[in-house]
């Protein structure tokens, strides 16, 4: 089923959150415009993290929150460098984990 649009109702659902999330980009391209006078700027998530994030947590595909902030591009600031940071998840190591890590250094050392 979709909408009007051709946007699924769960992507619908969500615009209230995308709008909320918008304006704060919207914002931070100002200000980053502004800033850019003076020289470089470094940015904590910006567009792509709003992607994303939305993405993920709504469950929609991410071409289709592209396609939603389309009409915003050309207002953005666009990033010269983007840098994405990744993490394995798979486990975080327990104080076990560090003990045993710092006995055998040691016992390799001959302490």
Request: charged residues 15%; contains cysteine; neutral net charge.
């Amino acid at each position: 089923m979709t909408t009007a649009a051709g946007y699924s109702p769960v992507c619908c659902a969500s615009l209230p959150q995308l709008a909320f999330y918008l304006s704060g980009v919207l914002h931070a391209s100002d200000s980053i415009r502004h800033c850019r006078i003076i020289g470089p700027v470094v940015a904590d998530r910006y567009v792509s993290s709003v992607i994303a994030c939305h993405a993920a947590v709504h469950g929609v595909e991410v071409e289709t929150v592209i396609a939603l902030l389309n009409p915003f591009h050309s207002y953005l600031e666009i990033p010269t460098c983007t840098f994405y940071l990744s993490t394995q998840t798979a486990r975080r190591p327990t104080t076990d984990d560090f003990v045993h890590r710092i006995t055998a250094h040691l016992e390799a050392r001959g302490a």
